[in-house]
Each structure stands twice: as structure tokens, then as C-alpha cells.
């Protein structure tokens, strides 16, 4: 079995025609439009669907509020698909489309449905960079972009009250690999047959910041640009086209190594521009973070809750500094490898940092 990927987002919106707007805006390529959706598709083959949040289409769960309604993983081949599909079919009702997409929901009630992807190759080629004593471009200046147009949908991520019962269902069911736990904030999960840092991360819907509530809701999607000067020109271009401009601004996480960028989004939640994430494959040791030290490294306007993240005050990451014995013992048991590589021959996981 293979998931490759996210194939589509099925938004369910207030307003299908200021939804469309918007992504056409952010820079998603439109392939077809009416009064009652809007489908783009990314030069990856993703696609984006916007429908009204009460059209049929939109599958029955336990998501509270608008955003993305349902993800199709994307499966490399049909006898994969049929693996799945009967895994699955066990104990809960699979539902199939006439195209033989399959649809059910996820052990915390998401909606998901899963067909073969063909995923087309994509080609990026972002200028070199220069620094002193380090000249990669000389008497070249850099290309200049009008707009940004994101090639790749990189992750998905909902807030959820029992995170570590939503990344189960992946680990256990999809075959998703752990890529690391910002402690008592999220999980972070990869896809089996894709590379990127993580497919999906479940955040911590009961923490006390702006935004959360404690219900399972819709939070955001990652979409993938070239570099930061994308993401920086995009922002621009959201910004001249009268959409709220981010609240945190430009930063990069410690966790995945990424550029982000947050765009307040009428589909409820957020769109984020994604650049320079780091990317893994199965011989990725995962980590245990401490939650505001791995959020970032550097973000341009710093919420009163982020103040308190100066390095210097909190502890480091296992993996970046000696650490001391005491921990030792509690973050060997949190950073198990047999929930990293499920093939692994070792004993059964504990759930790391939500115990
Ligand atoms: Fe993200």
C-alpha cells in the first residue's frame, strides 16, 4: 500500500463565488467553475473543489464548521486501492463512486475517500542564493514573479480534541509514519509513499489560543511554492486584491525546516503559502519537540503568547544537544520507532506526548 499523496480538498463554504475568488487569487490554477462550484487543479494533479457546505456532495461527518470537508489520499496503484479498501471496509461502511473513489470516514469521524493518483512530476528552479564568500549568482539577478502559483498541496491539518486517537487511524489504518510530536500540541504524519515532512498534522483543539474551541474543526491547508520570495509575492498580491493580510506574517518553523505563511481564508480556517520544507523517507528518526521552540525560528510578528520562545529559555530538542539523563529514559520511551515504521520488529508504540 501507497498513499502518494493528497489528490483533493473538498472545501464546503458560505459563499462559493468569494471562495473562488480567493484561490483564484492565491493562485490556483481554475479548470472549471458554475454558481455551484469551482474546481482547480494544480500542475501536480491535486485538485481544490469549493461546493456550498450544505450541497449534497458534502459527505455527512463529525467536522463542526466550513473548510475542507473531506481529503482523497491519493494511492499509487488499484491493487494498493483494493488493499486498502478492504482493510478498511472491516469495520466500517465504505462508500464508492461509479469512478471507484472510495469514500468513509476516519475512526474520530473525517471524512476521507482514497482512488488512484496519477501525479504528474513538477519542476521548480529557484534562483541560487548568494552570501559572502559563498557566490552563486553572479551578474544574474533574480527572476521576478507577478503573482505566486502554488504547484503542490503539501499538508492538511485539523484541530481535534483527542489528537492522538486521529493520528491512530492513520498510523494504524493508512499506514501514515510519524515524522515528529510538538509535545502536547500536535502530531505530525506522513504519508507512506510521499516525502514530504508531513501529509497531515493534528492539532490540539483543547489549547488555550485564539481560534481553537475544543471541537474537531477544519484548520488549514499548505500549499507549495518555489521559494520565499513566492510566498512573499503572493502575500503582496492577496493584499492588493483587498484579502486580510496574515496575522503572524513571514516566518519558518523548527519543526519541517519551512517557510509559512498564513492568509486569513473565506472557507473558514486558513490558506498557507509553503516553501523549503525539509523532506524525509523511512530512515527519518522522529523527535519530540518542545511546542513554542519548534514552531519557529524566526516569524515576523510575534503574538503576545510567542513572546515567552526565546531559545535561550527553553529546552532544546533531542537530536540537537546532549541531553541530560534524567530525560533520557522519558524521550526514548516518547520517540518509538516502531509508530515511525510500523515494519519495525520491535514492541507495540505508546502514544508519544498525549499520554
Ligand atoms: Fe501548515
Keep these: 500500500m ?20 480567493y484561490f483564484t487569487d492565491f493562485g490556483l490554477p481554475l479548470l472549471e467553475s458554475s454558481d455551484e462550484h469551482a474546481h482547480f487543479r494544480l500542475d501536480e494533479g491535486s485538485n481544490v473543489i469549493i461546493r456550498h457546505i450544505s450541497d449534497d456532495a458534502i459527505p455527512k461527518s463529525a467536522l463542526v464548521g466550513t473548510g475542507v470537508c473531506e ?20 469495520d466500517r461502511e465504505v462508500r464508492f463512486d461509479a469512478d471507484g473513489t472510495a469514500h468513509c470516514l476516519t475512526d474520530d469521524g473525517l471524512a476521507v475517500g482514497f482512488r488512484v493518483f496519477r501525479k504528474n512530476p513538477v519542476y521548480s528552479s529557484p ?23 502554488p504547484k503542490t498541496i503539501q499538508h492538511v491539518v485539523f484541530q481535534s480534541p483527542d489528537p492522538d486517537k486521529s493520528w491512530s487511524f492513520y498510523r494504524d489504518r493508512l499506514g501514515f509514519r510519524l515524522s515528529d510530536v510538538q509535545k502536547g500540541f500536535g502530531i505530525f504524519g506522513r504519508a507512506d509513499g510521499a516525502n514530504d515532512h508531513h501529509n497531515v498534522y493534528f492539532l490540539n483543539a483543547k489549547l488555550p489560543f485564539p481560534g481553537l474551541d475544543g471541537n474537531l474543526r477544519f484548520d488549514h491547508v499548505n500549499y507549495g511554492v518555489e521559494d520565499l520570495d513566492e510566498v512573499m509575492v503572493g502575500a503582496n498580491y492577496m493584499q492588493r486584491r483587498g484579502w486580510p493580510k496574515s496575522e503572524w506574517g513571514l516566518g519558518r518553523h523548527r519543526i519541517a525546516s519551512s517557510i509559512f505563511m498564513y492568509l486569513p481564508c473565506p472557507t473558514g480556517g486558513q490558506a498557507e503559502y509553503g516553501a523549503d520544507s ?13 511546542p513554542m521552540f519548534g514552531f ?30 534524567a530525560r533520557l529514559a522519558d524521550l526514548t520511551r516518547a520517540i518509538d520507532p516502531k509508530k515511525a515504521h510500523p515494519q519495525a520488529d520491535v514492541a507495540p508504540p505508546q502514544a508519544p506526548g498525549f499520554s
Excluded at 481529503?71 to 472491516?90: K, T
Excluded at 534562483?127 to 502559483?149: C, L
Excluded at 525539509?278 to 518542545?290: I, Q, T
Excluded at 516569524?299 to 503576545?304: D, F, G
Design 2 to 21: 501507497a498513499i502518494i499523496g493528497i489528490e483533493t480538498v473538498l472545501y464546503g463554504v458560505d459563499d462559493v463565488q468569494l471562495c473562488t475568488r
Design 71 to 90: 481529503v482523497i489520499w491519493g494511492v499509487d496503484r488499484q491493487d494498493s486501492l483494493d488493499r486498502l479498501v478492504n482493510s478498511l471496509a472491516v
Design 127 to 149: 534562483d541560487p542564493v548568494n552570501s559572502p564568500g559563498n557566490i552563486n549568482r553572479i551578474n544574474t539577478q533574480r527572476k521576478w514573479k507577478a503573482k505566486a502559483r
Design 278 to 290: 525539509d523532506y524525509l523517507d523511512d530512515s527519518w528518526v522522529p523527535r519530540v519537540w518542545n
Design 296 to 325: 519557529f525560528s524566526f516569524i515576523h510578528n510575534m503574538a503576545p503568547f510567542m513572546l515567552d520562545a526565546a531559545p535561550w529559555e527553553w529546552e532544546y530538542a533531542p537530536g540537537y544537544t546532549p541531553v541530560p539523563d
